[in-house]
């Protein structure tokens, strides 16, 4: 897993949250577009797929305002379905092309985060999602939405052992809390619509795919690929 570069200038959240911006979500099986106007949400929708986000994100976004066109284009990057990762990021890059539009991205665990502050108040969160291979996705966010603890894979056992905030969101909260035996859960998909509440820290400008956990793949001779991202 490559560490992805963090906007770090406050002027970069404020110029995503001015003019039109499109938000594109279709990291895991739940899949999401929104138009905000001046960091106002004019127009989205929320879908819980499973499969065929490539046929269905394009109509989705054609479906919004003006068909979606923005001067800005927001896209999550994972981690989450390697599939859906890949169709929202291609549909970003195509659209940001021809519209003339700045790119940039998010972390799907930041956005379940900061929906879980948003319902609970500026408390750490812990988020676990549903990951590959039988783990989970997880990491810690403090009360001000900045990472607590790096993004990791883990089995079920690690996860719960290894996630200390009270708070948990995500996927695999309920399970999460229930194997460790104490705290609140609060099911979540990441939403395209909630884009409005992530901090500023969030956004990232090195607009690669988020896989969470290294390749399956082997080489010849049992080397690992380099990965994309």
Known sequence: MTTQTTA????????????????????????????????VLAAGEFRLLGRGHAEALVPMISALPGRGKADHIVVALGPGSFTGVRVGLAAARALALAWGADL???????????????????????????????????????????PSRPLASLRPGAAATDTPEDLVAGTQSEA???????????????????????????????????????????????????PAA
């Open 104 to 146: 940039a991205g998010y972390s799907s665990l930041a956005m379940v985060a900061a929906a879980a502050r948003d319902a609970h108040g500026a408390v750490p969160v812990g988020v676990a999602m549903t990951g590959g291979h039988g783990e989970w996705f997880v990491q810690g966010f403090d009360g001000n939405g900045d």
């Open 176 to 226: 999460l809390v229930a194997a460790r035996g104490h705290g609140t859960a609060m099911p979540a998909w990441p939403d395209a619509r909630a884009f409005h509440l992530l901090p500023p820290g969030a956004l990232l400008t090195d607009v690669r795919p988020l896989y969470g956990r290294a390749p399956d793949a082997r080489l010849p001779g049992g080397a690992a690929p380099v």
């Open 8 to 39: 770090s200038l406050p002027a970069l959240h404020t110029k995503l949250h001015g003019g039109r911006t499109l938000v594109i979500d279709s990291a895991t099986d739940a899949c999401s577009v929104a138009l905000f106007e001046n960091g």
